[in-house]
Each structure stands twice: as structure tokens, then as C-alpha cells.
């Protein structure tokens, strides 16, 4: 694909918070977009997807289950629209001879490392979250070889509920939070992650797995602390504690640093380092209505 050509995209789970940023990316980019939610494409029947892709250039797969906790106790129902439902838009795309641009996850990994993990490490997820992930990932390559498989990770941003959102709100409601210290990890914008993904499809970098991260790498406490900082309260307000502390259904990788190496190799430049884009993020019109 070149960057001049104007592409039919269709983009599956636009409701979601990434789609609410890479939608408008990419008619920016002058691409002319299809946004299909939940209600207009279910990827879990295989003939609607192959329908709704019909007549488009490039499909990207954004819809999935990512109730990382109720997808413990639902499985078979997260399976059936992360590996399932990625085949179905897998199959329906490289039927269209459209290639897919998918979105996986960091928790492909066993989260153990301590290095950044490269885009060829092996995964070996530890939840049920992570494992239907995995398999989506394998169908997607193995049934669209003109596939990019983008990782994410700690994924933020004004189309839905999430951690900076969160955290902002407590910080109105207590005089201290409490926050785990030994998870690190990267944290991503997702106006960042839609940037990278509209000049990902629009450059020459070879179909692989990719990973969307931030630069950089900080613990849940210590992002907490920048974002007080940013929002002119008191870091000290902010307290470490561990992940024992405060269980969980699905167990949460300690290590979720990626490596950017794949991109930089395809002569992209990785997204910005996460403290950039808190900044930036906490100073949009949707952040300061929090």
C-alpha cells in the first residue's frame, strides 16, 4: 500500500475507544471509512463478515472481548469473538484479497520478562483474556497472509472508561489511591495508536506483527503519580501497594514492556514516550471534563 492511494477501510468494533480515535484518523488521511459496531456486524457469523468486507481495500479488525476479568468465567463466549471472530474477518478479507490490519493485546505474554518483549517472542498467555487473543492472533496470519498484527497495551483514551479516567475521579473523591507497583508496563493513547496504524497501512512495511506501544516503561503507581502531577495535585496522595493487595479473577502480566524493533526495521517511528502523551491527553477538552 502507498500513502497517496485513498482506501475503502472498513473498521470492525467502532464503538470501541480505540475506533473513536482511528475512525477519524484515518478520513483525515483521506481514506473513505466504513465504521461497523456491534450492532451492524457481528464477526462471529461468518457470512455477515464476509458481506460487510465485501468492496473494501483494507479491513481493520479492532472489535473484541476485552472484559479481562468476566472472560475467566466466559471463555467459550471471549473465544468466540477474539479467535473465532478474527477468523471470520480473516477469512472474509483475504477472500476480498482486502488486507487486515488486527489488533492483539500484551497479554499474549506471560508477562515474566525483563527485557521488552520482541514482536517474535513466544507467547504464552496466563488468562482467559490472553489465550483468545493468542488464537486470534494465529488465525489471522494463518488465514490472511496480507495481515499486520498490531499489539497494544495499557490502552487509554476519551472513547471509553479507562485508567487515566478512573484515576481522575478518585483523585476528586479521596485524599489518597492506592495503586499497584509491581505491574510495568506502557501506557498507550489511543489517539497515538490510531496515528501509528493510519501511517502503518499507509507505508511499505512488510504484513508481521507490529507493537503499538508507548516509548518508555513506568508502573501502575508511577503513571498514577504523573497523572496527579499533570492534573496540579499532590503525587504524594498516591500510594504503592501490590497486585496480592488487590486479587483478581484473571492474573496481570508483571512485565508488559514491548519492543518497538519491527517498526523501526519497517522505517517507522514508534509512538511517542507515555508521559508526552499524558500530558497531551489530560490537555484535550474530553480529559478536562472528567
Given amino acids: 500500500m502507498t500513502a497517496d492511494r485513498s482506501l ?18 484515518l478520513e483525515a488521511a483521506g481514506h473513505s471509512v466504513t465504521a461497523a459496531n456491534r450492532a451492524d456486524l457481528d464477526i462471529t457469523d461468518p457470512k455477515a463478515c464476509a458481506v460487510a468486507v465485501a468492496g473494501h481495500d483494507l479491513v481493520v479488525n479492532t472489535a473484541a472481548w476485552t472484559a479481562v476479568d468476566d472472560a475467566e468465567s466466559n471463555e467459550p463466549v471471549a473465544f468466540a469473538i477474539n479467535a473465532v471472530g478474527a477468523a471470520n474477518v480473516a477469512r472474509a478479507a483475504a477472500a476480498a484479497e482486502a488486507p487486515l490490519l488486527h489488533v492483539s493485546t500484551d497479554y499474549v505474554f506471560d508477562g515474566q520478562a525483563t527485557k521488552p518483549y520482541a514482536a517474535d517472542s513466544p507467547v504464552c498467555p496466563r488468562s482467559a483474556y490472553g489465550r483468545t487473543k493468542a488464537a486470534g492472533e494465529w488465525a489471522v496470519r494463518a488465514l490472511c497472509p496480507q495481515s499486520w498484527v498490531v499489539r497494544t497495551a495499557w490502552l487509554y483514551g476519551a472513547g471509553g472508561p479507562n485508567f487515566v479516567e478512573t484515576m481522575t475521579r478518585l483523585a476528586h473523591e479521596r485524599d489518597t489511591v492506592s495503586v499497584v507497583d509491581d505491574q510495568v508496563g506502557q501506557p498507550t493513547w489511543t489517539v497515538d495508536l490510531a496515528d501509528l496504524i493510519v501511517r502503518l497501512v499507509g507505508s511499505s512495511a512488510p504484513y508481521g506483527i507490529y507493537h503499538g506501544t508507548s516509548q518508555g516503561q513506568v508502573s501502575w503507581f508511577g503513571f498514577t503519580r504523573a497523572i496527579f502531577e499533570k492534573l496540579g495535585l499532590d503525587p504524594e496522595r498516591v500510594q504503592p501497594t501490590t497486585t496480592e493487595a488487590f486479587p483478581r479473577p484473571a492474573p496481570r502480566p508483571a512485565w508488559s514492556v514491548l519492543s518497538h524493533d519491527t ?6 517511528t514508534p509512538i511517542q514516550d507515555w508521559r508526552r502523551a499524558i500530558g497531551a491527553y489530560l490537555s484535550t477538552p474530553d480529559a478536562s471534563s472528567v
Fill in 263 to 268: 517498526l523501526v526495521d519497517a522505517g517507522l
Fill in 8 to 25: 475503502k477501510v472498513l473498521v470492525t468494533g467502532a464503538g470501541g475507544m480505540l475506533a473513536h480515535d482511528l475512525v477519524p484518523a
